[in-house]
């Protein structure tokens, strides 16, 4: 595991009256290098996966009522590619190493509908 991880993130909402709120979300997540398996292997490049940023943002609208939100997101702004999870297979004969990326740069739209009463 990394020895160092560092989260920020920041909100606004912004209020348009009868027609509901606005909320703007943005995130910035900073993973340190880490070994592979969870401890030092060897000095090799290939053993440490390296430190990596990322930025993800986010745009809603929610109704006055709060029945409906529509969200468009961006996560990976950036787009750099970083390791979740490096493992150091040393009994599996040509396949010493193998890592789980992280997702690359991916955006969408939400729709949300509350039905009955919700509250």
Do not use: C
Not at 18 to 24: E, F, I, S
């Amino acid at each position: 595991m990394p020895k160092h991880k560092y989260t920020a993130w920041a909100d606004y909402v912004q209020s348009l009256g009868n027609r509901g709120t606005v909320t703007y979300l943005t995130s910035v997540a900073w993973t340190d290098e880490f070994p592979a398996g969870g401890r030092p292997t060897s000095a090799s490049p290939l053993s440490v996966a390296p430190a990596f940023l990322r930025r993800d943002a986010r745009v809603s609208w929610t109704n006055l009522d709060e029945q409906w939100t529509v969200a468009g997101f961006v996560n990976n702004i950036l787009d750099e590619i970083g390791v979740r999870k490096p493992v150091h297979l040393r009994r599996v004969p040509g396949h010493r190493r193998v890592i789980e990326p992280t997702n690359p740069r991916w955006w969408g739209l939400e729709v949300h509908y509350k039905f009955g009463a919700y509250r």
